[in-house]
């Protein structure tokens, strides 16, 4: 099994980015699942690729979109890096089609896990942070990744307080918040919920509702509420 990334390859992805690395094994090892190979793979550079895009992200919204509070920038970053946009633009690109998998992947579509592909694609910004530090990776990100910001801030204070705490919790955690439901209360006509909204099993907030739906957006709602005050690692609700 060859080691490296094909040249072909290379100069595809090379193209779709509009980036010549001066290192190429960078990118070959970019684009390297653990399944391909265990010593030599994109886990380190999907770690700093990961941080790399918070701060570009965070400082573009700090410079450009200053009227929103901190709570807001927080929420409108996770949907910017949270998974679903990430792998959307690694396969416009069509990165994608150039991730490594070993044999015993290949059966199970690694290579077309959403996961998989959001973590190549930050891979490849940790890569190129690597090889030209942030001149060339700010505008890479913010070109490709602004039409998230845009679509969020435009959405406005929508009210789907669940959809933001998930956004928020998966950038973090890469795992969805939890509800659960702590009372049920009064006549089958006139009932009361009361949910918990759980982040790593922890709990974050509470809320009622005539309906277990609001209960949950009222729970998320303070959930968030509580991480802007606390931050998403305290896990006192």
Not at 86 to 98: A, E, F, P, T
Not at 171 to 186: I, T
Request: with cysteine; hydrophobic share 35%; glycine share 6%.
């Amino acid at each position: 099994m060859e080691k490296n990334i094909s040249d072909k390859s290379i100069a595809s992805v090379e193209k779709a980015i509009g980036y010549t690395f001066k290192n190429k094994s960078l990118l070959s090892t970019a684009l390297k699942h653990s399944s391909y190979d265990k010593n030599e793979n994109y886990e380190k550079l999907e770690f700093l690729g990961d941080s790399v895009l918070s701060v570009v992200i965070s400082d573009f919204l700090f410079k450009t979109h200053n009227y929103l509070q901190e709570g807001e920038m927080t929420v409108t970053r996770a949907y910017a890096v949270c998974e679903e946009s990430l792998s959307k633009v690694c396969k416009r690109l069509g990165i994608d089609r150039h991730i490594l998998v070993g044999f015993s992947a290949v059966g199970s579509k690694v290579n077309a896990n959403k996961s998989v592909i959001a973590d190549a694609f930050e891979s490849v910004i940790g890569a190129i942070y690597l090889d030209s530090g942030f001149s060339y990776v700010k505008p890479f990100i913010i070109s490709n990744l602004n039409e998230f910001i845009v679509e969020y801030i435009k959405s406005g204070d929508n009210n789907d307080h669940k959809t933001k705490l998930q956004h928020l919790v998966q950038s973090q955690y890469q795992e969805e918040p939890k509800y659960l439901v702590k009372e049920e209360k009064g006549p089958p006509h006139d009932k009361t919920f009361v949910v918990e909204a759980l982040v790593m099993g922890m709990p974050y907030g509470k809320g009622k509702g005539k309906t277990k739906k609001e209960a949950q957006q009222a729970a998320a709602k303070d959930a968030l509420n509580n991480i802007e005050k606390k931050g998403l690692d305290n896990h006192d609700s």
